[in-house]
């Protein structure tokens, strides 16, 4: 018997915070209460009276400028890499080419401290003039803003007899979105990098120009409205093997969306490390450096793949949020505070393609359907379900090798205690009954078989109301060789009362997923099956006598070979349930009121960019 007991007294809180629904960033009301701790304020003031143009220009010495390195997670390019020569308009968007620049996108310059050397270092990224009714505003990423002795040089290039043909613009505040975040160190990878810009206003050049009036122009803020499809030119400045910062564009790509963000993806080489904070530039006059920004590189991991390619790189886009930034900017008044709510994927949607097995039902007692998730590490984690369709947090039940060989899982009330119990079938066919307490937990750990050759394979199960009473505690096993159990009145104390409802057959052993709830709202709970070949059929009314009349769901196609996980319960207010699918690529989508037909679908997860 496994000694895994767990109790709600073990568990390992790892986040709380505001209900979220499922776009947390849908949310618009202003907060007015506390809120978690953001991971910068909206508007940073530089405390330093003292930090001027001349001071800059003091302090960023030739040789300064050309020792910082970029400040984004992208990579640094493979020695010897040189970009592509200037290319034929067909093969332009492939490669970006060293060029003389414009004067409306430069070098943002700053200090800021290594977190593992615990050092202050130079760092620079790329930005851009926008216009403002001072002249004096630059946008960037929000990963690369902070720090401090910040400078903007527009038009910066190292090779040119003066590297600052229009001076230096010391950074006097930072305005950007205190609900972006950095996760370990790194830019985050969930719905909150759609925040990744920042808006700087800095102080006059050393003829005391603005910098608007220096460079001569500025660019406007646009928007894509939803339409992901552009042509733009970027430019930025990419730090490796660059030694002298030169800037590189890549006119005329053409981009799309990078699916569950409002950003953009290009593929163009050449955008290494130093690019973050590009500007995206719709009818770009490349002598003035007028045009229209509609993004600027960063967002998902700062911009990029986690692969470190310099080919795929991604850009926020500006919705009416943004715009209240900007306009704060342009004003130098303090943006609105808004909360910041849960997120079920900080380090990226790439995180639950290792969501092995899930089950749904009310852990912690307050009312509303919860989900547990075995991972494929062995870890064991509980989401806290709001009611609306989304979750408010997340805590660790436990992790063990262990839990890496439970095979299927079930959740339901075999104990007859109306808080959530789960049913493992292990590798070794043992089935053990975890019986809830009702706080999040486990109070006790039932041996319900022991290992044996009969139960390694049960392939499928799943928990609901198939019998008179009203208690979700029938459990439905689809064997290897096709046949279909129901074990009605599952008491905790073992598995009796096996009612045959499919002989050994072929077409059950094609049963790939299987899950269970009230779906077309019988006096029996309903039956989802995927099959083998993406078809996907419900089983209405199923009891112990049969397993119910088939309906065969609509879209039925290869798509749905890609469904990894399935479990449903009532995740929103009313009838019927609602469907839960995690899908090979990691997106995991909530189908409220699913009945004969597939209910609306929400994102919960976006899926692993690739």
């Avoid at 499922?22 to 009276?49: G, K, M």
């Avoid at 968007?93 to 409306?104: D, E, H, I, M, S």
């Avoid at 793949?305 to 850009?315: G, K, Q, V, Y």
């Avoid at 839990?403 to 789960?422: E, M, N, P, Q, R």
Wanted: glycine share 12%; hydrophobic share 30%; charged share 20%.
């Amino acid at each position: 018997m496994r000694k895994l007991l767990m109790s709600a007294c073990a568990l390992v809180l790892l986040a709380t915070a505001t209900p979220a629904v499922a776009d947390p960033l849908l949310s618009t009301a202003p907060s007015t209460s506390a809120t978690p701790a953001p991971a910068a304020a909206n508007v940073q003031a530089v405390q330093d009276d003292q930090w001027t143009s001349e001071a800059a220009e003091k302090f960023w010495t030739p040789k300064r400028m050309a020792a910082a390195t970029p400040d984004s997670p992208r990579s640094e390019a493979p020695a010897g890499w040189k970009p592509a020569a200037r290319l034929p308009a067909a093969a332009a968007a492939k490669n970006g080419y060293y060029f003389g620049g414009v004067p409306t996108v430069g070098t943002f310059f700053h200090y800021t401290r290594n977190p593992a050397t615990d050092q202050l270092e130079g760092r620079f990224c790329s930005a851009s003039v926008v216009d403002s009714p001072q002249g004096n505003v630059i946008l960037t990423a929000a990963h690369c803003s902070g720090g401090s002795k910040g400078m903007f040089v527009p038009r910066y290039d190292g090779l040119a007899t003066n590297p600052a043909p229009y001076g230096r613009f010391p950074v006097q505040q930072w305005i950007r979105d205190s609900r972006w975040y950095k996760v370990g160190g790194e830019p985050t990878r969930d719905a909150y990098s759609d925040l990744d810009y920042a808006f700087a206003r800095v102080g006059t050049n050393s003829r005391n120009q603005s910098l608007q009036k220096a460079v001569g122009a500025a660019l406007k803020l646009g928007q894509v409205n939803g339409d992901y499809t552009q042509t733009v030119t970027v430019i930025g400045y990419p730090g490796s093997h660059n030694p002298r910062n030169r800037p590189i564009i890549c006119p005329g790509v053409t981009t799309r969306r990078l699916p569950g963000y409002r950003q953009l993806r290009m593929d163009c080489g050449g955008f290494y490390g130093g690019t973050s904070g590009s500007p995206w530039i719709t009818g770009l006059n490349t002598r003035t450096g007028s045009g229209t920004v509609i993004g600027d590189l960063g967002g998902y991991y700062g911009g990029g793949l986690e692969n470190n390619s310099d080919r795929i790189s991604f850009a926020v886009t500006y919705d009416k949020r943004a715009l209240e930034i900007y306009a704060a900017a342009k004003n130098n008044t303090p943006p609105q505070t808004y909360p910041r709510g849960y997120s079920m994927y900080p380090t990226g949607g790439g995180r639950w393609t290792d969501a092995r097995k899930m089950a749904s039902g009310d852990y912690n007692g307050d009312g509303r359907t919860d989900m547990v998730v075995v991972w494929g590490n062995g870890e064991v984690t509980l989401y806290a379900g709001d009611g609306n369709g989304g979750f408010s947090g997340e805590s660790r039940i436990t992790k063990s090798d262990t839990w890496k060989d439970a095979k299927v899982i079930a959740g339901g009330d075999f104990t007859g205690s109306d808080s959530a119990d789960l049913v493992v079938v292990w590798t070794d066919g043992e089935v053990t009954l975890y019986t809830g307490d009702g706080r999040g937990g486990f109070a006790e750990e039932t041996q319900l078989q022991k290992p044996n050759a009969t139960w390694r394979n049960a392939n499928q199960i799943t928990a609901g109301r198939f019998s008179d009473n009203q208690r979700t505690d029938d459990l439905m096993v689809r064997w290897g060789d096709g046949k279909l159990s129901l074990y009605t009145d599952v008491d905790g104390q073992d598995v009796l009362h096996e009612h045959r409802l499919r002989d050994p057959n072929d077409t059950w052993k094609k049963a790939t997923l299987l899950t269970a709830g009230n779906f077309t709202g019988g006096s029996n709970w309903d039956v989802m099956v995927r099959w083998s070949d993406g078809g996907v059929s419900l089983y209405r009314d199923a009891g112990p006598s049969s397993v119910g009349t088939e309906v065969r769901m609509p879209p039925s196609d290869r798509l749905w070979t890609h469904a990894s996980v399935m479990t449903a319960g009532a995740y929103t207010p009313g009838d019927p349930d609602d469907l839960l699918v995690r899908w090979s690529d990691g997106e995991t989508v909530l189908y409220t009121d699913t009945s004969t037909t597939l209910g609306h679908e929400h994102m919960l997860v976006p899926p692993k960019a690739g």
